[in-house]
């Protein structure tokens, strides 16, 4: 059974930073695609970054490029989020998902409806 733990949400000033922790049982990292979506409020959730594990490829949203980092530790299981200059528009519960490479492409790696495993979220306020 495949489990997703999110960890690292908080609250911080506008300009601060966060790192996201994603803790995986039961999932095999080298195979599959990873990813952090967040969603906002009265918002569709939305891709921030994705990993595309074979080829250690990565992807982001426009809006976050160059101030998060997505990254993985196979010894440890685990997936992160390096998040820097964060603005109030960061704010959000953030989730990270997984899915099998069988069925994933790295240009699918910002969907959804992609991702067959999903965790519980862990909230990000910014303040301003």
């Known amino acids: 059974q495949v489990q997703l733990v999110e960890s690292g949400g908080g609250s911080v000033q506008a300009g601060g930073s966060l790192r996201l922790s994603c803790a995986a049982s039961g999932y095999t990292f080298e195979y599959g695609c990873m990813g952090w979506f967040r969603q906002a409020p009265g918002k569709e959730r939305e891709g921030v970054a994705g990993i595309y594990t074979a080829a250690q490829s990565t992807t982001y949203a426009d809006s976050v490029k160059g101030r998060f980092t997505i990254s993985q530790d196979y010894t440890k299981n685990m997936m992160y989020l390096q998040m820097n200059t964060l603005n109030a528009e960061d704010t959000a519960m953030y989730y990270c998902?997984?899915?099998?490479?069988?069925?994933?492409?790295?240009?699918?790696?910002?969907?959804?409806?992609?991702?067959?495993?999903w965790g519980q979220g862990t909230q990000v306020t910014v303040s301003s």
């Open positions: 998902a997984a899915v099998p490479h069988s069925k994933c492409l790295f240009e699918w790696l910002l969907l959804p409806r992609v991702y067959t495993y």
